[in-house]
């Protein structure tokens, strides 16, 4: 099972960023992608954006890169907030959130009482940062913030009243900056991880390329690569497979360890009642045999998100290596 809870930064992958995808370099690593999250706003001015996953078994682990806003970052002129974690009844568990009277970015925890955290971090001016939090919750709840590695803030409430483990986060953007005008700051490589640091993890985003050993599916590779959810790939019969080249970065140079290979698809069953396939998995082709993960049932009412995960190299349950890693990936139904 994938530990994966959530993985991407594009539109398919995000609440309320649509027109805010943008090219611009400042804002993402280009060994691992080819845009970012362009934020523009005013002190005061609330630009939010989300991200929603399954309900996790062990802690929650969110990793993004953040580049902070561009000018006078360093100086908060209102209490704001950064990000927002709620549960699957919406209750706020957990929050980062600016501070006016000193100036920093602190941990909040939200249970049987409020509790936040003492603060070592104040962002710089159109610095990029790598942002990675750890939600804990039980009898208690607990948030760590880490800003490049370093715990910066921690705060723990009880939590008798029974909160649950986080499904959600708000982006909110306010507050971030004491700026009478606005301006700008970055998001990219957003992940969420289920009981696995994402400390020093880094995800390289491949894409479909071109059709490669198998083309079944109806729409075929287009409909799946131009990132458009209204435009979609469909199988009628179990065992249909679609598989495809990969174009995109190849993740950094001289990484020391490479901890997996990932297929994401965004996958909607069929009505109920309808005759077909009634799961989906994705597979590496490696030296010309098919590698399936398990198959997952995905929502007949949208698209959701299915991850399969590849530890290490199916082929001999080797580590991964940059050599080994596959150039043919696809998706089968059953």
């Not at 209490?79 to 970015?105: P, Q, W």
């Not at 179990?238 to 996958?267: D, E, Y």
Request: aromatic share 10%; proline share 5%.
């Amino acid at each position: 099972m994938s530990h994966i809870l959530h993985l991407g930064h594009q539109v398919t992958d995000l609440a309320g960023i649509e027109g805010r995808i943008s090219a611009d370099a400042a804002g993402f690593d280009a060994d691992l992608d080819v845009n970012c999250i362009k934020i523009t706003t005013t002190e005061t001015a609330s630009v939010p954006f989300s991200a929603s996953w399954g309900p996790p078994t062990g802690d929650v682990w969110l990793g993004f890169r953040y580049r902070a806003p561009a000018n006078t970052a360093s100086f908060i002129g209102t209490d704001g907030s950064f990000l927002e974690f709620y549960d699957d009844s919406s209750s706020l568990i957990a929050s980062v959130r600016t501070e006016r009277d000193d100036e920093k970015y602190h941990a909040m925890a939200y249970g049987d009482t409020t509790q936040e955290g003492a603060s070592s971090f104040s962002a710089a001016d159109g610095q990029p940062y790598w942002v990675d939090v750890r939600i804990s919750v039980g009898a208690d709840i607990t948030i760590d913030f880490y800003v490049d590695g370093v715990l910066q803030s921690s705060a723990t409430a009880p939590n008798a009243g029974g909160k649950g483990k986080p499904v959600k986060c708000i982006w909110k953007n306010f507050g971030l900056h004491d700026y009478y005008t606005n301006t700008t700051c970055y998001y990219a490589h957003i992940a969420v991880l289920d009981g696995v640091s994402s400390i020093g993890r880094r995800f390289a985003r491949r894409t479909p390329d071109l059709v490669a050993t198998y083309d079944a599916f109806s729409g075929g590779v287009d409909a799946v690569k131009d990132g458009d959810i209204a435009t979609r790939a469909a199988s009628d019969i179990a065992g249909q497979r679609m598989s495809f080249s990969l174009a995109g970065p190849t993740g950094p140079a001289g990484a020391s360890a490479i901890a997996g290979v990932h297929v994401k698809q965004l996958a909607q069953l069929a009505q109920l009642g309808t005759a077909g396939p009634t799961g989906i998995a994705g597979f590496l082709r490696i030296g010309g045999v098919d590698y399936d993960a398990s198959p997952d049932t995905p929502s007949p009412d949208l698209a959701s998100p299915v991850y399969s995960t590849w530890d290490v190299n199916p082929a001999d349950s080797t580590p991964w290596t940059t050599a080994a890693l596959p150039t043919e990936a696809g998706i089968v139904s059953s």
